[in-house]
Nanobody, 121 residues
């Protein structure tokens, strides 16, 4: 059993910052990709950023230069630092992780429950 728990969401004014955290727990040997997705009302869930186990990163064009993804492999935790937030960033943010249970086993994807980020104008 693997659980991902997000925290750090909330209500902020445009131009403000938030830092999201996602901690994975349970039967984990290794986590490959970790990423953040978001879903606004009436829209599809979209990738915000992801980071590999080697700490290579990728960002959606809409957040480049404003958001920073990082991870702590020892803590099985991924972070998303969000700066210069705008109302367009308002969404539920979901953590995703590709988890390996055993060294020779496959990776399986898991999702967190989501955390609301609301940016007021």
């Amino acid at each position: 059993q693997v659980q991902l728990v997000e925290s750090g969401g909330g209500l902020v004014q445009a131009g403000g910052s938030l830092r999201l955290s996602c901690a994975a727990s349970g039967s984990i040997f290794r986590i490959n990709l970790m990423g953040w997705y978001r879903q606004a009302p009436g829209k599809q869930r979209e990738l915000v950023a992801h980071v590999t186990s080697a700490r290579f990163t990728n960002y959606a064009d809409s957040v480049k230069g404003r958001f920073t993804i990082s991870r702590d492999n020892a803590k099985n935790t991924v972070y998303l630092q969000m700066d210069r937030l705008s109302p367009e960033d308002t969404a539920v943010y979901y953590c995703n992780a590709e988890v390996v249970y055993r060294s020779t086993g496959p990776s399986l994807g898991f999702w967190g429950q989501g955390t609301q980020v609301t940016v007021s104008s």
